[in-house]
């Protein structure tokens, strides 16, 4: 009886598989924000220097950067950098044309340093949001 009851299990096994991987092909993908993006988020302040651009965003406690270069074209390194006064520094950067990853970080009421570079060239807020 076990052996008939693992035979029928083991028989099932392949049609469940085709039927999961057809039902993932066929059903309607859905856009969805990168976990680390600023959308959704309002623009509350923009840092400008030489070769581009920081744009901090605000949502409740939540502030989001991200550096843009004002002249996208060679890949370069470009940076951004977001501090909540009394912690430390978050940064992420990449090798790109255009724009630096994102950083989100909860700052709640606390004042935000924002600071950015494209190249060697670098713009910073001084003590922002408070």
Do not use: E
């Not at 520094?89 to 255009?98: C, E, L, M, P, S």
């Amino acid at each position: 009886m076990v052996t008939g009851a693992l035979r029928r299990w083991v028989a099932a096994l392949p049609v469940a598989l085709v039927v999961a991987v057809l039902l993932g092909l066929l059903a309607p993908g859905t856009a969805q924000a990168a976990p680390g993006s600023c959308d959704g988020m309002r623009k509350v302040r923009t840092v400008s220097f030489r070769n581009g651009s920081v744009q901090v965003y605000k949502t409740g406690g939540r502030v989001c950067a991200r550096t843009v270069a004002k002249h996208p074209g060679g890949q370069r390194r470009i940076t951004v950098s977001v501090q909540a006064r009394g912690h430390v520094a978050v940064r992420k950067g990449r090798r790109h044309a255009a724009s630096s990853p994102s950083v989100q970080i909860y700052a709640g009421r606390r004042c935000v340093w924002v600071k950015g570079w494209v190249g060697r060239d670098s713009g910073s807020s001084g003590w922002i949001l408070c």
